[in-house]
């Protein structure tokens, strides 16, 4: 039993493709799996990771019900776009539990009627030279958009938190919003935006094309919010450190995010 199922989770063609598809994106290998303790190897041996452990257990899991649903269902499990999903699910166990839990008035609050609220966050992924981008779109009742963007080159964590309020500006102009209210963690940037002094920083640029874009709203505010009241757009930005191109969301949920914004709004409606 144990050899059937190494060979349908690990050796077989199809167990294969996910196996390529998981090392592009997470860059875990499996090495030569003993067949009497491959199990226990994988959990317990030294050499894998918390992290590894748990993305080759998510990834086998997909691996098994993609299998069942092919011969039950007769339906075919793209290994990319699993595998991809896989890494939108894991993207959430990174990020510490205590952040969502936010103090009595620090959490995220519903915007009036006819606004929509865009929070906005940056992540910094030294390592590798870049930075994430991140944001969410809300009414007072539903999620209305999100987004992940990778952004190479920029690792202070300044300019990336000012580029993330410019990408908020440019989702809301794009999407047609004429009340907008723009959140960000940031105080050092929001402070900048609301004194006379934009012109002398190094991020200017970028301020002054946000001022150029939010003349095309009726309404325009940005302000800022506890870290606990952005949670959803931090994992945004998280999330957008491992692409290497923007993803969005318009007519669905990614699967990281659904915790975040039902801790933040159990009665918003989800695409």
Request: charged share 20%.
């Amino acid at each position: 039993m144990d050899e059937d199922l190494m060979h349908a989770l690990v050796h077989c063609s199809h167990a294969k493709r996910f196996s390529k598809e998981a090392s592009l994106l997470f860059e875990v290998n499996l090495p030569r799996l003993h067949p009497s303790t491959w199990v226990r190897d994988i959990l317990c041996d030294s050499q894998f990771s918390e992290n590894d452990c748990a993305t080759i257990i998510t990834i086998m899991w997909a691996i098994w019900m993609s299998h069942n649903r092919r011969t039950h269902d007769q339906e075919i499990i793209d290994p990319a776009a699993s595998v991809r999903r896989i890494r939108e699910d894991l993207a959430l166990s990174d990020i510490p539990r205590q952040s969502f839990i936010p103090l009595p008035g620090h959490g995220w609050q519903p915007p009036e009627d006819e606004c929509i609220k865009i929070n906005t966050d940056a992540a910094i992924h030294r390592n590798a030279g870049n930075t994430g981008l991140g944001g969410v779109a809300r009414s007072s009742s539903a999620v209305l958009g999100a987004w992940c963007k990778p952004y190479v080159g920029v690792t202070d964590p300044f300019i990336a938190e000012v580029l993330s309020l410019r990408e908020g500006v440019i989702f809301a102009k794009l999407r047609g919003y004429a009340h907008v209210r723009l959140e960000s963690d940031c105080l050092v940037a929001i402070n900048l935006w609301n004194s006379s002094y934009i012109d002398r920083s190094v991020v200017a640029p970028i301020m002054l094309k946000i001022r150029e874009l939010f003349a095309s709203f009726l309404s325009f505010h940005i302000a800022h919010v506890f870290r606990a009241a952005n949670g959803p757009a931090y994992l945004c930005a998280k999330c957008a450190c491992t692409l290497t191109m923007t993803e969005s969301w318009l007519d669905s949920t990614p699967s990281f995010l659904v915790s975040s914004l039902l801790a933040d709004c159990p009665a918003n409606a989800f695409p």
